[in-house]
T-cell receptor, first 116, second 113 residues
Framework: AQTVTQSQPEMSVQEAETVTLSCTYD???????LFWYKQPPSRQMILVIR??????QNATENRFSVNFQKAAKSFSLKISDSQLGDTAMYFC?????????????FGTGTSLTVIP | DADVTQTPRNRITKTGKRIMLECSQT?????MYWYRQDPGLGLRLIYY???????NKGEISDGYSVSRQAQAKFSLSLESAIPNQTALYFC????????????FGPGTRLTVL
């Protein structure tokens, strides 16, 4: 079974500063996908960034970037120039393909608070 | 209009009652999922369906059943609700031919007294 671990239940960061959220996963697969989802107080799940395991280059989306270390099975999210709207729960997710389709596994989440 | 909708958004019910949560999508995706979210546990997969004729159990299917009435509709039922089914429930869709992303509904907060 795949497991996804987020070891930081809560974090805080000053507005405009940089913060890194950690995620590790356990799998024997070589081809898979990794995601970070954001859940603001509205509780809507929003995709932040995705990374294909076969790509060595780290994904970036504006102020969001990842540090993907495949050998270490680590997938951290860096948020630069933090904004108040970044306050949310962040979930790391792992996806693999089966013969019949795909399946997602989520971490337990990190609650991020951006302090004015 | 939202691509993935869930009804109701909030529901309070009593132990032993039958409850149905509904999910509709206008994205045209074949794949639909039901998750529950509990504090400290993240999202856990209850059931998933890769097309109208395909239903699969997820990690925590006990106490739940589903119905895929059409490509656009996927309902989750609690036949006899119990208090530990109090949680936030999410429906999601995906289309792997376009992207691997899952698109989530707004969630249903269910409280079982």
């Amino acid at each position: 079974a795949q497991t996804v671990t987020q070891s930081q239940p809560e974090m805080s960061v000053q507005e405009a500063e940089t913060v890194t959220l950690s995620c590790t996963y356990d799998t024997s697969e070589s081809n898979y996908y990794l995601f970070w989802y954001k859940q603001p107080p509205s509780r809507q799940m929003i995709l932040v960034i995705r990374q294909e395991a076969y790509k060595q280059q780290n994904a970036t989306e504006n102020r969001f970037s990842v540090n993907f270390q495949k050998a270490a099975k680590s997938f951290s999210l860096k948020i630069s120039d933090s904004q108040l709207g970044d306050t949310a729960m962040y979930f790391c997710a792992f996806m693999k393909y089966y013969n019949t389709g795909n399946q997602f596994y989520f971490g337990t989440g990190t609650s991020l608070t951006v302090i004015p | 209009d939202a691509d993935v909708t869930q009804t109701p958004r909030n529901r309070i019910t009593k132990t032993g009652k039958r409850i149905m949560l509904e999910c509709s999508q206008t994205k045209g995706h074949d794949r639909m999922y039901w998750y529950r979210q509990d504090p400290g546990l993240g999202l856990r997969l209850i059931y998933y369906s890769f097309d109208v004729k395909d239903i699969n159990k997820g990690e925590i299917s006990d106490g739940y059943s589903v119905s895929r009435q059409a490509q656009a509709k996927f309902s989750l039922s609690l036949e006899s609700a119990i208090p530990n089914q109090t949680a936030l429930y999410f429906c999601a869709t995906s289309d792997p031919d376009i992207t691997d992303e899952q698109f989530f509904g707004p969630g249903t907060r269910l409280t079982v007294l």
